[in-house]
């Protein structure tokens, strides 16, 4: 299991799965990811895609198929999580599960863009030996 | 009194093919990605996550993830 960020969730969605990516492997984006995905379909503003998607785009966003992409039950990874967030102070519910998935599944994280990651993910990441990736567009 | 070793019997009966098959079927659809994107939805999002409208869907999430620091933690720069 690989888990994966917003950016290649989407591009594996709609088939563009980036080369670097082992094709063997199931995928998964932790559940507060899918959240954030999840609000870009559904707020209102700049980013706002229940306007401009298809109804049949939105529900492979909103339910993807397991098969392509899975979303992590966050139950488990929830007292990893929270030991993050006492012993680095700060990291929020979206970077702890991240981290903790990272810890989880095979100590590595997968991005589709550096700017995705943030300075304070990559400095605990590095401290928990996990491995992070990129796969930039090409 | 007579142990019988307890080993399984395999016969071959096309399971083993069959298997492979969906096993193949999988793999095929997983790099399609989901058959319900749509190819102006597929372009749109492409755009979105590598393309020319990156910078406004970063802006986006970590718009969303300031306005909750439950997500986002009391650090703002945590994305």
Known sequence: MLVIDEYLAVRVLVGARPGELPDDEPLALPAYRHYRLLQRVHQ???????????????QAIRRPDADVLQI???RPLLDEAAAIGARYRAAGLLVGETLAAGLTYGHQLWFGTSRNIGTRLAQIAEDLHIAITVAEPS | ??????V????????????????????QRRLAGDPRITPEGR???LRLTTGD?????????????AADPALGGHDADVT
């Not at chain 2, 096309?14 to 193949?24: K, P």
């Open chain 1, 44 to 58: 209102p503003g700049t980013g706002q895609l229940s306007a401009l998607l298809a109804a049949s785009d939105q």
């Open chain 1, 72 to 74: 992590l039950d966050p």
């Open chain 2, 1 to 6: 009194m007579k142990l019988r070793a307890s």
């Open chain 2, 8 to 27: 399984p019997v395999r016969r071959h009966n096309g399971a083993v093919t069959i298997g492979e098959d969906l096993r193949s079927e999988r793999h």
């Open chain 2, 43 to 45: 372009a749109l999002l």
């Open chain 2, 53 to 65: 409208l990156m910078d406004e869907f970063q802006a986006a999430l970590d718009a969303d993830l």
